[in-house]
């Protein structure tokens, strides 16, 4: 069975821009979480989403936000990019049901200069 | 508020000697889970073990171990004999309530270096 994918796996971007991350979960998994990881704040959660709608949510700007498709595969998007948005984006599935159970992605290394 | 505390920021030990990773953890809820993950430096976060609040059986699996205390708020982390290969960093996390919630809230990560 194939593992959660993320894509692009490295990006660079100027400040200002924005950016789209995308994240396929495990086949079947239905639930997807995304976090930020940075040297300085670690990991962090951003949201989550189940069945196109999302049902937790992390202490961010609006700048960040997110959406999951029928097929449950999910993106986020940051808008305005700044310079503190450089980071380690992680997305996790997991099935209907074992939240608890949640298996991660290679995740998305963003760089914004 | 949900907080988990790993004190120790690096450690580094030779093969085969035994290592124990520190977690504290703190919660007003009865309910919750704890977590350890491993994140090699590939950059995914390889999934250790859960514990849920009502289940203090310590583990073993291999040259892993786990000690829950909740007397003290603490879920240690022991690797015995240490290899190369458990190279890696390592977050304890919490998650509470007993509904669907998968919000981990995480440490900061101990990185561990195993030196041949």
């Known amino acids: 069975k194939a593992g959660v994918t993320q894509t692009p796996r490295y990006l660079i971007k100027t400040r200002g821009q924005q950016v789209t991350l995308s994240c396929s979960p495990i086949s079947g998994h239905r639930s997807v979480s995304w976090y930020q990881q940075t040297p300085g704040q670690g990991l962090q959660f951003l949201f989550e989403y189940f069945s196109e709608t999302q049902r937790n949510k992390g202490n961010f700007p609006g700048r960040f936000s997110g959406r999951q498709f029928s097929n449950s595969r999910s993106e986020m998007n940051v808008s305005t990019l700044e310079l503190g948005d450089s980071a380690l984006y992680l997305c996790?599935?997991?099935?209907?049901?074992?939240?608890?159970?949640?298996?991660f992605g290679p995740g998305t290394r963003l760089t914004v200069t | 508020a949900q907080k988990v505390t790993q004190a120790q920021t690096e450690i580094s030990v030779v093969e085969k000697e035994d290592v124990t990773l520190d977690c504290v953890y703190e919660?007003?809820?009865?309910?919750?889970?704890l977590f350890w993950y491993k994140q090699p430096p590939s950059g995914e976060l390889v999934f250790l073990i859960r514990r849920n609040s009502f289940d203090e059986q310590n583990e073993i699996s291999g040259r892993y171990s786990w000690n829950f205390q909740k007397s003290t708020s603490s879920f240690n982390f022991t690797i015995t004999a240490s290899q190369v290969v458990d190279s890696a960093v390592y977050f304890c996390?919490?998650?509470?309530?007993?509904?669907?919630?998968?919000?981990?809230?995480f440490g900061k990560g101990i990185t561990l270096s195993v030196r041949p």
């Open positions: 996790a599935s997991s099935l209907l049901g074992q939240w608890y159970e949640q298996y």
């Open positions: 919660t007003r809820d009865t309910t919750y889970y």
């Open positions: 996390a919490l998650s509470v309530g007993a509904g669907a919630n998968s919000k981990l809230t």
